[in-house]
Structure formats: structure tokens, C-alpha cells
């Protein structure tokens, strides 16, 4: 009997743990869709992808999961860009890809030929 106990026990945390995941990936994709749509660039692949999980200890003193997600983005359909973003909770702590200035600077000016 303790030992269905203690199965339906662990059965909880792994479908409490599944659930944050699934939380924090829509969460990722949310801010990463957001993101490429404030900055006009075109969000590649209609997901993110899950790349680090990790502990971190938070301000009350207590410890918290800290993940990491990628996503792909892409300025003119021809090239493509990752962007990351980490999130602690479903707290934005750290992000790195398109942002609203984020625009491609030709080397020489249009029009005028090169010497």
C-alpha cells in the first residue's frame, strides 16, 4: 500500500513538472512571436525550442527553475537568425534576437557604383 502511495506521489510531481514546462514553452513562443512582430521580421518555424534548464536561487531565498528556450527568425526569408530568451518562472529575465531597431544596413549605398 505505501508503495502506491509514493507511485501516485511521484506520478503528481512529473505531471506538476510537465505542466510548468508546457506553461514556460507557450509563454517563450508568446514573447518570441511578439518580439518578431514588433521588430517586422518573419518568426521561422512556429515554435520555440526548449535548450537549457537549470536551478537558480530566487529573491525569498527558495530555489527555482531558470529555462532557456531558441527560436528562429529570418529579416528577408532568405537568411536566417536565432534568437534566445531565458525565463524564471514566467518572468522574462534575459533575451537576445530582433528588436524594433533591428534592420539590415547595406555595406554600400543602393544605386551608386563602387569603385
Known amino acids: 500500500m505505501p ?3 509514493l507511485l501516485m506521489i511521484a506520478g503528481a510531481a512529473v505531471a506538476a513538472f510537465w505542466n510548468a514546462a508546457r506553461a514556460a514553452a507557450e509563454r517563450a513562443e508568446t514573447l518570441g512571436r511578439d ?3 514588433a521588430a ?3 518568426w521561422l518555424d512556429q515554435s520555440v525550442q526548449a535548450n537549457g534548464l537549470r536551478l537558480y536561487r530566487r529573491e525569498d ?3 527555482g527553475l531558470e529555462r ?3 527560436f528562429d527568425y529570418s529579416h528577408d526569408g532568405m537568411d536566417r537568425h536565432t534568437g534566445r530568451l531565458v525565463l524564471r518562472g514566467g518572468r522574462l529575465v534575459s533575451f ?3 528588436s524594433t531597431g533591428a534592420r539590415i544596413i547595406p555595406l554600400e549605398p543602393r544605386g551608386q557604383d563602387s569603385l
Open 3 to 5: 508503495s502506491v502511495i
Open 35 to 37: 518580439a518578431c512582430a
Open 40 to 42: 517586422g521580421v518573419q
Open 61 to 63: 531565498g527558495w530555489l
Open 68 to 70: 532557456s528556450f531558441r
Open 96 to 98: 537576445v534576437g530582433p
